[in-house]
């Protein structure tokens, strides 16, 4: 009872900041005209999944068409996200109906089970929400207006819906376009058990909410109130969880240990192994969301195909118009008319698009490329105390590299092994910097571990050259305060060994593509910035084993 007098007080709360108890009666321009219709899928256990079909204007209700399929618990007709949706009809925002629509294609967008108009209980990514995927697919495939093939886009929740799509298989699905997608819930709720904090949008994006509280979020995504132009069906699924379902919910995305049944029943990336059916995966090296951790595996691990990728310094979100691309809508919509709509042409571009953080773009066969050796580095040992909030000296073990003599360039997955002496309670994280001339550290990628006897950390993916002149900064701390959430131990921490792997490309690269930067990219060249005291230059210079360094490597 006191979860759901919780639950409801916050979700009272959201509504009326959201401005959705007012009735509203225009509806929300797509940019094209449409026909808009809705209709009710019966999954196999009973739930009934909302759809909202939007079909090119003028065409004829038995014209077959290829299918473009949107599965979401965002898609609300009262609201998306915590952005209020005032005009009614279908939730349409961010997605590419309009061009779809030009180019003849049915736009579908189907509510998970327990959001928007759909009965059932959300589960993030559970058995019950494959399956609405599977269903929406099979049922989108066999209508009349279909041509039975089917392609299924989306970002964040709605990529993880497609990569749901990929791993269930279901009968038309033809491709799928997956931009920073869940691919593993619990390394996006947790970093190895430490809580990732998000960024609080429209309030913030400084991360003020920890990761144990996104089912909360989503509990309260799954309780807004239809609008009164909705059927009374659609009314009635919007606000029928019942409250074991909360209890349920909350209590499984709170829980910090992934060797759970809940979480291992919800790790895609085994299930994704061998996958044939195209996929163009993109994701932002600069995400704080959905991060560029474990989505990698997935890629690398994919079957034969006609896979495609975009890889670069942006944020959360597909490369519309954030990612300082000019070609990806050409791309992306070729792409759905050679494996969707079975149209005789090429997808221009390369396999794999890279946006370095220099603002070069270049093409890849690889990513992490081939020539991308791992180069181990010994860092400075000692003792940090594990007590958050406040910076101080006593938190933080530097070691940093002499002047780089020659340009290197970081492009893959850094990871650290560390030898450890403390309480379990306390936490490990390892960051790296780029150090300018004047002393300017730019933050390149971090990672997190509990402290153990044996801790090793994979840090987030990052491709970013590195300028003769500038140095590499390595920094071991306790807990990165504006990534993680972490009650601190109030104990010392003792380094005994640390090891660095650093993937450097062993050939240099010509950025060969044209492209811009992104938002992100600007904020983040702003905002993950330190100037480092003169001592900390000056005391924690080490050698490395770079390669442009002399001696045995």
């Given at each position: 009872m006191?979860?759901?007098?919780?639950?409801?007080?916050?979700?009272a709360?959201?509504?009326?900041?959201?401005?959705?108890?007012?009735?509203?009666?225009?509806?929300?321009?797509?940019?094209?005209?449409y026909?808009?219709?809705?209709?009710?899928?019966?999954a196999?256990d009973g739930?009934?999944?909302?759809?909202?079909?939007?079909?090119?204007?003028g065409?004829?209700?038995?014209?077959?068409?290829?299918?473009?399929?949107t599965?979401?618990?965002y898609?609300?007709h009262?609201?998306?996200?915590?952005?209020?949706?005032?005009?009614?009809?279908?939730?349409?925002?961010d997605?590419?109906?309009?061009?779809?629509?030009?180019?003849?294609?049915?736009?579908?967008?189907?509510?998970?089970?327990?959001?928007?108009?759909?009965?059932?209980?959300?589960d993030?990514?559970g058995?019950?929400?494959?399956?609405d995927?599977?269903?929406?697919?099979?049922?989108?495939?066999?209508?009349?207006?279909?041509t039975?093939?089917?392609?299924?886009?989306g970002?964040?929740?709605?990529g993880?819906t497609?990569?749901?799509?990929?791993?269930?298989?279901?009968?038309?699905?033809?491709?799928?376009?997956?931009?920073?997608?869940?691919?593993?819930?619990?390394?996006?709720?947790?970093?190895q058990?430490?809580?990732?904090?998000?960024?609080?949008?429209?309030?913030?994006?400084?991360g003020?909410?920890?990761?144990?509280?996104?089912?909360?979020?989503?509990?309260?995504?799954?309780?807004?109130?239809g609008?009164?132009?909705?059927?009374?069906?659609?009314?009635?699924n919007?606000?029928?969880?019942?409250?074991?379902?909360?209890a349920?919910?909350?209590?499984n995305?709170?829980?910090?240990?992934?060797?759970?049944?809940?979480?291992?029943?919800r790790?895609?990336?085994?299930?994704?192994?061998?996958?044939?059916?195209?996929?163009?995966l993109?994701?932002?090296?600069?995400d704080?969301?959905?991060?560029?951790y474990?989505?990698?595996?997935v890629?690398?691990?994919?079957?034969?195909?006609?896979?495609?990728?975009?890889?670069?310094?942006?944020g959360?979100?597909?490369?519309h118009?954030k990612?300082?691309?000019p070609?990806?809508?050409?791309?992306?919509?070729?792409?759905?008319d050679k494996?969707?709509?079975?149209?005789?042409?090429?997808?221009?571009?390369?396999?794999?698009?890279?946006?370095?953080?220099?603002?070069?773009?270049?093409?890849?066969?690889?990513?992490?490329?081939?020539?991308?050796?791992?180069?181990?580095?010994?860092?400075?040992?000692?003792?940090?105390?594990?007590r958050?909030?406040?910076?101080?000296?006593?938190?933080?073990?530097?070691?940093?590299?002499?002047?780089?003599?020659?340009d290197?360039?970081?492009?893959?997955?850094p990871?650290?092994?560390?030898?450890?002496?403390?309480?379990p309670?306390a936490?490990?994280?390892?960051?790296?910097f780029?150090?300018?001339?004047?002393?300017r550290?730019?933050?390149?990628?971090?990672?997190?571990?509990?402290?153990?006897?044996?801790?090793?950390?994979?840090?987030l993916?990052?491709?970013?050259?590195?300028?003769?002149g500038?140095?590499?900064?390595v920094?071991?701390?306790?807990?990165?305060?504006?990534?993680?959430?972490?009650?601190?131990?109030?104990?010392?921490?003792?380094?005994l060994a640390?090891?660095?792997?650093?993937?450097?490309?062993?050939?240099?690269r010509?950025?060969?593509?044209?492209?811009?930067t992104?938002?992100?990219?600007?904020?983040?060249?702003?905002?993950?910035?330190?100037?480092?005291?003169?001592?900390?230059l000056?005391?924690?210079?080490?050698?490395?084993?770079l390669?442009?360094?002399?001696?045995?490597?």
């Amino acid at each position: 009872m006191a979860l759901g007098s919780v639950l409801w007080r916050g979700l009272a709360g959201v509504l009326l900041i959201l401005g959705m108890l007012a009735p509203v009666t225009a509806a929300e321009p797509v940019g094209v005209p449409y026909q808009w219709s809705q209709s009710y899928i019966a999954a196999a256990d009973g739930t009934r999944l909302h759809a909202d079909i939007l079909r090119p204007e003028g065409i004829a209700a038995d014209t077959r068409t290829p299918v473009v399929l949107t599965v979401s618990p965002y898609r609300s007709h009262a609201a998306y996200l915590s952005m209020p949706r005032l005009e009614g009809g279908p939730s349409t925002d961010d997605l590419h109906v309009a061009m779809f629509l030009n180019a003849g294609y049915t736009y579908v967008i189907v509510d998970l089970r327990g959001y928007g108009g759909s009965s059932g209980c959300p589960d993030f990514g559970g058995p019950g929400e494959r399956s609405d995927v599977a269903t929406a697919v099979t049922w989108a495939a066999e209508q009349p207006w279909s041509t039975g093939r089917v392609g299924m886009i989306g970002t964040s929740y709605e990529g993880w819906t497609g990569m749901m799509g990929l791993a269930t298989k279901p009968a038309g699905l033809a491709a799928v376009v997956s931009f920073g997608p869940v691919v593993d819930p619990y390394s996006y709720v947790y970093m190895q058990g430490v809580s990732w904090k998000f960024s609080g949008k429209p309030v913030t994006e400084q991360g003020i909410r920890p990761a144990d509280t996104t089912g909360m979020e989503h509990l309260l995504i799954a309780s807004t109130p239809g609008r009164p132009d909705d059927s009374p069906e659609y009314q009635s699924n919007a606000v029928q969880i019942p409250p074991e379902c909360y209890a349920q919910f909350a209590a499984n995305t709170t829980n910090h240990d992934g060797g759970t049944e809940f979480w291992r029943a919800r790790d895609l990336v085994e299930q994704l192994r061998g996958n044939t059916i195209p996929l163009f995966l993109g994701q932002g090296f600069l995400d704080y969301n959905t991060r560029a951790y474990r989505v990698f595996d997935v890629w690398n691990a994919l079957g034969p195909g006609d896979h495609r990728a975009f890889f670069g310094e942006w944020g959360h979100s597909d490369c519309h118009v954030k990612c300082g691309t000019p070609d990806f809508d050409t791309e992306l919509l070729a792409f759905f008319d050679k494996h969707v709509a079975g149209r005789d042409v090429e997808v221009p571009g390369p396999r794999i698009t890279v946006g370095q953080f220099d603002g070069g773009w270049r093409a890849e066969t690889a990513w992490p490329p081939a020539d991308a050796r791992r180069v181990p580095i010994d860092l400075r040992t000692g003792v940090y105390t594990d007590r958050g909030l406040l910076p101080g000296p006593d938190r933080e073990i530097w070691s940093i590299s002499e002047p780089l003599t020659t340009d290197q360039h970081i492009s893959g997955i850094p990871t650290a092994a560390l030898q450890l002496s403390g309480s379990p309670a306390a936490t490990v994280a390892v960051e790296l910097f780029d150090i300018a001339p004047d002393g300017r550290a730019t933050v390149i990628t971090r990672g997190i571990a509990p402290v153990a006897d044996t801790a090793d950390i994979r840090l987030l993916a990052q491709d970013w050259p590195l300028r003769a002149g500038d140095r590499l900064g390595v920094r071991i701390t306790d807990v990165v305060d504006d990534v993680w959430s972490h009650a601190a131990a109030n104990s010392q921490v003792t380094v005994l060994a640390a090891r660095l792997e650093l993937p450097l490309l062993s050939t240099p690269r010509t950025p060969d593509l044209t492209g811009g930067t992104s938002e992100a990219w600007a904020k983040w060249r702003d905002q993950k910035v330190r100037t480092l005291d003169a001592d900390v230059l000056k005391n924690a210079v080490m050698p490395m084993n770079l390669p442009n360094e002399s001696g045995p490597r």
